[in-house]
């Protein structure tokens, strides 16, 4: 089992920046892949953001490209999530998920273990 505990959230204006944290505990976080996920009112969850386990490799969605920036830490079993320049339209709430398999890292029904997630609000 792995548990994830995201934090960060919160109230922000069009235009400004939050670094969201996930903690992992459990299992070895090296050997998972991590990834961001978001879902908005009455929308399917989407893919954010994800980083393979060793950091190596990085995608993001087409809509937050640019903008934020995933990173980890293995050493504190964390992951973070970096937004800047932040708009209204990404508003939702923000989950971690972990997996091991490398294959399918957009699709979050692919995930082994997800955090409770963290309401992000952006005003306009």
């Known amino acids: 089992q792995v548990q994830l505990v995201e934090s960060g959230g919160g109230l922000v204006q069009a235009g400004g920046a939050l670094r969201l944290s996930c903690a992992a505990s459990?299992?070895?976080?090296?050997?998972?892949?991590m990834g961001w996920f978001r879902q908005a009112p009455g929308k399917e969850r989407e893919f954010v953001a994800v980083?393979?386990?060793?950091?190596?490799?990085?995608y993001y969605a087409d809509s937050v490209k640019g903008r934020f920036t995933i990173s980890r830490d293995n050493a504190k079993n964390t992951v973070s999530l970096q937004m800047n320049s932040m708009k209204p339209e990404d508003t939702a709430v923000y989950y971690c998920?972990?997996?091991?398999?490398?294959?399918?890292?957009?699709?979050?029904?692919?995930?082994?273990?997800w955090g409770q997630g963290t309401q992000v609000t952006v005003s306009s």
């Open positions: 998920a972990a997996k091991q398999n490398g294959f399918t890292l957009f699709r979050s029904g692919t995930y082994d273990y």
């Open positions: 459990g299992r070895t976080f090296s050997n998972y892949h």
């Open positions: 980083i393979t386990w060793s950091g190596g490799t990085i």
